[in-house]
Every structure is written in C-alpha cells, then in structure tokens.
C-alpha cells in the first residue's frame, strides 16, 4: 500500500468497531427493518448458468466445506441487500464471485494479497464457461476490491456486496435489515459448521504472509480478528 493508500484507509477504518456494535445492538434488540421485502422475495437461487455451474465446481474443489458455505451464504446476503438498496448486480457474475470470494485464504501466497488468487479463480471459471472478457475483468475487479476499507458501491457494486454480504454473515454487520426466516434459512442450507474459527485463522496467516498489505492494515487498524471473535453471527 503507498502512503496515500494508507492514509485513506485510516481514515475509512476510524470507527469501524463502533459500526459492528450499533449494528449488533440493532439485531439483539430486533430492530425493524427499513422495507418490507419478505424472505421469499429476497432469497435468490444460483443462476443456471454454465458460469455458476464452473464457479461452484471452483469453489467446491479448492474449499472447505465452511468456507464454501460462506460463499454461498455471502452469496444470498449480498444479493438480498443489494435488492433492499435497490440497486441492480449482475446476479451471475455476483453468484459466482461469492462463491470463490476467499478461495485465496486458504491458498495464500507469501507477500501477495489473498484476493488476487481468489480473482485467479474466478477467471479459471470464467474462461471455462466462455465468459465475455469485460464481464470476467469486472468479476475480478469486485473481488479484488471487497476488502478495501470505505469500498463504495459505485466504485464496483459487485465488490461492494461482496463486502457487505460477507460482513453480515460473519460479524452481523447490517443483519439486522435482513428477515430473521432469510438468515435462519441461509444457516440452514449453507450450515455454518467451523466457519469463524477457520476464516479467523486464515486471515491471522494472511497478515503474517502479506505485512503491510491491506489484512495486516484492516487487522491493526480495523480490529478485524476482534470484530469477528465478539460478533459471531449465530
């Protein structure tokens, strides 16, 4: 990270904390919803796609079964709140780097980001199912950015809701917007088995592996091993 970088994601990772505990005081205390969508309209199935098809063939084959469900579970988060925001995804290409999101953190590379591997496979999917080069650039491009601190949806939504998905299901953040049925039925079907303890360790060997990279940042900075050790989703 160059020195403006860090200066931005300083500044983007003040009170980052405090936005997990507001937004956890809301989920303990029920708080209601700003729309009224129901889990039936919010919960979206895997594309049938040959793209989702390959992605999911990637995912499983390089994954755990916890990591992999968290992809799915990104996957259903990041698509209802896009939907809540009204904001369109393209759903195939969202679906699909959902799921191979952090393939990266359990094949971690010394001193080079987990996300550019986890976009590498992304593009072994992508070209598999004859997937248009800007499309899988701009699948790429969203994972790659969806740990960045203050990502911005305009700045590529499906990065934004990569983060914001994956966020909910790890540490509740905007949960609370999303129908208790919605989140029971992700758990359900993706079950969560030994997420937290797994992520949680990867994450600590990817800020040793890649030191001053963006984890090591967010982990000094954000507290990102403490948010996700006081703020499991249940």
């Known amino acids: 990270m160059t020195g403006r970088e860090r200066a931005a994601s300083l500044s983007a990772l003040s009170g980052t904390f405090g936005h997990f505990v ?15 969508l129901s889990a039936d309209e919010l919960w979206s199935a895997a594309p049938d796609s040959r793209l989702s098809a390959e992605a999911t063939e990637e995912a499983t084959t390089l994954q755990s079964t916890a990591m992999l469900n968290h992809g ?11 939907r809540i925001d009204g904001v369109g995804l393209d759903l195939e290409l969202f679906h699909a780097g959902a799921l191979v999101h952090d393939v990266g953190l359990e094949h971690r590379e010394e001193g080079r980001c987990f996300t550019y591997r ?38 590529s939504a499906l990065g934004y809701y990569l983060q914001v998905g994956a966020m909910a299901d790890l540490a509740g953040l905007r ?17 969560r088995e030994d997420a937290h303890e797994i992520i949680s360790s990867c994450w600590r060997a990817e800020v040793a592996a890649v030191p001053g990279g963006r984890a090591h940042f967010a982990e000094k900075y954000g507290m990102f091993s403490k948010i996700l050790r006081f703020f499991p989703v249940e």
């Open 72 to 82: 799915y579970r990104t996957w259903v988060f990041g698509a209802a709140l896009a």
């Open 22 to 36: 507001v937004d956890r005081l809301r989920l303990a205390f029920g708080a209601s919803p700003r729309h009224s």
């Open 118 to 155: 986890s976009a590498e496979a992304a593009k072994a999917a992508a070209d598999r199912a004859q997937t248009e080069a800007d499309r899988t650039l701009a699948m790429m491009d969203g994972i790659t950015m969806h740990i960045s601190p203050k990502l911005e949806c305009e700045e």
């Open 175 to 191: 949960a609370w917007e999303l129908p208790a049925d919605l989140r029971a039925r992700a758990a359900r079907t993706y079950p």
